[in-house]
């Protein structure tokens, strides 16, 4: 606990601002419109895949899954952060005299990490699901891509929840941030506080990694096929073509508005001398970082969905008529292996 003097519970640290500044910094109406926009922009994107998972192959079926379910945690993430937000932001409420016992912080501070892990382990999940996809045809089954693609989502999901409940569990704290409208975890020197903002750090730089080179490797197998000698007979398919134009962009979205903060909760936390004081404080020039990359990183689940909007084939031949006047084939498979013929898994 904080030597903050009281009974109140261990998320508050001692802290320096007053109801003037917090209102300046805090405005409700930008809060409000933000999560405004998400929200619609994630169910328009739901509204899409709905009619988009109308037949199509089972490796698309199986995509269109990933990606209803990285539209759906988008969604919830900027209902549920963003009903707390906005409220605080509207109220201006004293969080000590709200929650003396700290639950809402604590219940803040898991969703966070929550829905802030999903996305990006959710984008290398599809990242290895369309590898092996490209890469393996032969190597899973194929009548089940759907329920396993579910079953990674849920596998994705109970992941980032165990890691969010760790400091509730005594690893790390949550601790209410700069300017007081949100909780997040403690960029402290104690070794709890170091141990989970790295395995934060560690886990969401991984998954962007892994997004990379296992799409670096498809879009040049993609290539390959596009520009090998049977190139006119044997062109990937514009579906397929469609999914790895999809999921390079959400990993480059993911990557930019993500890895600033990962990047500066790791450079924070091994700082020496230590960022935070032994009673708590940070310097303001820190929070006024760590508010500013949250809100970047914030941005994600705004532009995911824009990203399956826009990188559509209906809309991409609206804009460049000529693609939809090249010859097109089944399957580029034939040129990833000749073992035996068969569908793209």
């Known amino acids: 606990m904080w030597p903050n003097g009281t009974s109140l519970g261990p998320c508050f640290r001692p802290t320096n601002i007053t109801l003037e500044e917090r209102r300046l910094i805090a405005s409700p109406w930008f809060a409000a419109s933000f999560c405004v926009v998400g929200l619609a922009s994630n169910l328009l994107a739901l509204s899409v895949l709905a009619g988009a998972r109308q037949g199509g192959s089972q490796a698309r079926s199986s995509f269109l899954t990933f ?9 919830l993430g900027l209902l549920v952060t963003g009903a707390i937000v906005v409220s605080q932001h509207a109220v201006l409420f004293d969080w000590r005299a709200t929650d003396p016992s700290c639950r809402l912080c604590q219940f803040m501070g898991v969703i966070m990490v929550f829905f802030g892990l999903c996305p990006l382990l959710l984008g290398a999940a599809m990242a290895s699901e369309r590898y092996l996809g490209i890469t393996r045809p032969f190597s899973r089954p194929a009548g089940a891509s759907q329920r396993r693609a579910w079953a990674t989502v849920g596998l994705v999901w109970a992941s980032a929840l165990a890691l969010g409940l760790l400091p509730v569990l005594g690893v790390g704290r949550y601790t209410v941030q700069y300017p007081g409208s949100w909780c997040f975890l403690t960029l402290g020197a104690q070794p709890g506080d170091v141990a989970f903002g790295l395995l934060f750090t560690l886990l969401g730089s991984l998954s962007v990694g892994l997004s990379f080179l296992l799409n670096t490797i498809s879009v040049a197998t993609l290539c390959h096929v596009y520009h090998g000698r049977a190139a006119t007979q044997q062109r990937p398919r514009d579906c397929e073509v469609e999914m790895m134009a999809q999921l390079t962009g959400i990993m480059v979205v993911a990557s930019i508005c993500w890895m600033p903060l990962l990047v ?71 040129q990833l292996t000749q073992r035996r013929p068969g569908p793209l898994s």
């Open 67 to 75: 990606l209803c379910g990285l539209v759906l945690t988008d969604f």
């Open 264 to 334: 500066f909760i790791a450079q924070t936390v091994l700082r020496s001398p230590p960022a935070m004081s032994p009673s708590g404080q940070l310097s303001r020039a820190t929070e006024k970082q760590l508010l500013i990359y949250l809100r970047v990183a914030t941005w994600n689940q705004i532009l995911d969905p824009w990203v399956y909007i826009l990188f559509r084939r209906a809309v991409i031949r609206r804009l460049h008529p000529r693609l939809s006047a090249r010859p097109r084939s089944l399957s580029l498979q034939p």
